[in-house]
């Protein structure tokens, strides 16, 4: 479809019509006795390699989905925010568009609360003298949530472009990406970027290295006889109801810190194992070898990582922990440093091979790929330990069938990804509705949980 791009704003073109956006049409109409003024979609995504690096600043490999977020949109004169899910589980909610808070108490946030940081984060960059205006929107959600392919970020996302878009405020890409990053934290994790980057910058048709400081994104041609299978493995983690998410993120910084002071760096300045081997000028396999020298395998207690650093326990909190990592007593920095600068080779290798692939080698590149990923898939499982039974036991069984298989996104639950080739796609997807889950009672519904994925286009409005 024609779309008009105005430099490298999010395009805009006319809805397409079809059962999906009718429902929401009528939908709409039923609440709101009108028409919406204008959608907007937001794809969800599956990262191809480059699990939990986004975050120490290195390199990642996604592609967006066909699954996304879709707002039907109204601008509302008086300033309220009205939000509708088609999905009935999520509660309808509305507030004064100029006096929310998003306070995050314990367990999983609120579905709207997602939807509050996307609004707040575009808010905070108005111009002081644009009216703020409220909103009547509709949402339909079809990424998997909680399953590590990007549900939450892709409704921030959308909240955000919905916001700027009703407040003729509009950005690049690249800025509404890192607006989105640094907002989608108010729920509470302290992600990296990659979601919200490929959310807006994909391109149909490829995969993305998307790099960061500055944000970047260079197209990844996948070989022409790649095909990529999402299966979900049954089990879930909303990402910001535990801390296990942002330990890592800060065993990260604390392993960095260790081996900056260890190295007589200004410690407390460093914040990510990138910014650590930036300040060295060491390359990735120095660093690999410097992990192995400075850290060691005995898990770190709270006290000792005080000691080391020279510092005290109410410092280290502020310097280092977030508000929910500030209880934990123990934290394994070599594993997880390990698993960040092998990570980061894994996706050189990976796009290297992808863009030295031709016709002669093609089969030799697809071997390659799947051998990298299924290398991320034992390291996050063994070393970065944020894997799940279910998904080690879908890695493991499917090894006959892909060239790689590894869990995809934050884990502990969740999806995999695996390569196959052409020929083998469909025994292995009648193999696992078999053998995988069918012994969990799984006999129908599988569109959304096991299906075969190409890479989508990034977000757009619609009009
Ligand atoms: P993911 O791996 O899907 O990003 P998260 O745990 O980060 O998982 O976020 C999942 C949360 O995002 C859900 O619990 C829900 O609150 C919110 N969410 C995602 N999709 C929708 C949707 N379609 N409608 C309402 N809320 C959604
Ligand atoms: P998911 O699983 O989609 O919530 C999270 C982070 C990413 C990245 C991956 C792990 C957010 C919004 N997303 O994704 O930044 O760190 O885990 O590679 O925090
Ligand atoms: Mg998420």
């Known amino acids: 479809m024609a779309s008009l791009e105005i430099g490298n704003t999010v395009p805009i073109s006319k809805i397409p019509e079809n059962d999906r956006t009718n429902e929401m049409r009528n939908v709409f109409a039923a609440i709101h006795k009108k028409e919406p003024d204008f959608y907007v979609r937001v794809p969800g995504r599956v990262n191809l390699i480059g699990e939990h690096i986004d975050y120490c600043g290195y390199s990642v490999c996604p592609m967006a989905l066909e699954q996304d977020i879709l707002l039907a949109v109204a601008i509302d004169d008086g300033q309220k925010l009205i939000l509708h899910n088609l999905d009935e589980k999520f509660d309808d909610f509305d507030c004064d568009i100029k006096d929310f808070e998003i306070t995050i108490g314990e367990g999983s946030p609120k579905w709207y609360q997602y939807f509050l940081c996307g609004v707040r984060g575009v808010l905070e960059v108005l111009p002081q003298n644009r009216p703020i205006k409220g909103m009547r929107i509709v949402v339909s959600g079809t990424v998997p949530q909680s399953a590590g392919l990007s549900s939450s970020s892709a409704l921030v996302s959308a909240a955000a472009l919905a916001t700027s878009h009703t407040h003729e405020f509009s950005m690049s890409k690249e800025k509404i990406a890192n607006l989105c990053a640094e907002c989608e934290r108010y729920i509470g994790t302290q992600g990296g970027g990659m979601d919200q980057a490929i959310a807006f910058l994909a391109t149909e048709g490829c995969a993305k290295l998307i790099e960061f400081a500055p944000l970047r994104s260079t197209d990844v041609v996948l070989p022409s006889g790649a095909v990529f299978v999402i299966a979900h493995s049954l089990t879930k983690l909303n990402k910001a109801a535990t801390a296990d998410f942002n330990c890592r993120v800060v065993e990260c910084r604390l392993a960095a810190q260790i081996m900056a002071q260890k190295l007589v760096l200004p410690w407390s300045e460093i914040k990510t194992l990138g910014q650590l081997q930036q300040a060295l000028s060491l390359d990735l396999d120095a660093m690999i070898i410097l992990v192995k020298e400075a850290l060691r395998e005995r898990p770190y207690s709270k006290e000792e990582v005080v000691a080391e650093l020279r510092t005290t326990s109410d410092m280290l909190d502020e310097t280092s922990l977030t508000l929910n990592t500030r209880h934990i007593e123990s934290f394994k920095l070599r594993q997880r440093a390990l698993h960040v600068f092998q990570e980061a080779l894994r996706v050189k290798k990976f796009v290297e091979a992808c863009s030295n692939c031709s016709s002669s080698n093609s089969l ?28 080690d036991s879908l890695v493991d069984m499917s090894k006959e069938y892909t060239l790689g298989t590894r869990l995809t996104g934050a884990g502990w639950g969740g999806c995999v990804v695996s390569l196959l080739l052409p020929e083998r796609v469909e025994e292995y997807v009648e193999f696992l509705k078999r053998e995988f889950y069918k012994g969990l009672g799984v006999v129908d519904g599988f569109a959304e949980i096991l299906f075969s994925t190409s890479p989508q286009g990034g977000a757009c409005i619609y009009l």
């Open 364 to 391: 030799k590149t697809l071997e390659t790929l799947g051998r990298l990923m299924t290398y991320s898939h034992v390291s996050l499982r063994d070393l970065y330990e944020c894997s799940h039974p279910q998904l």
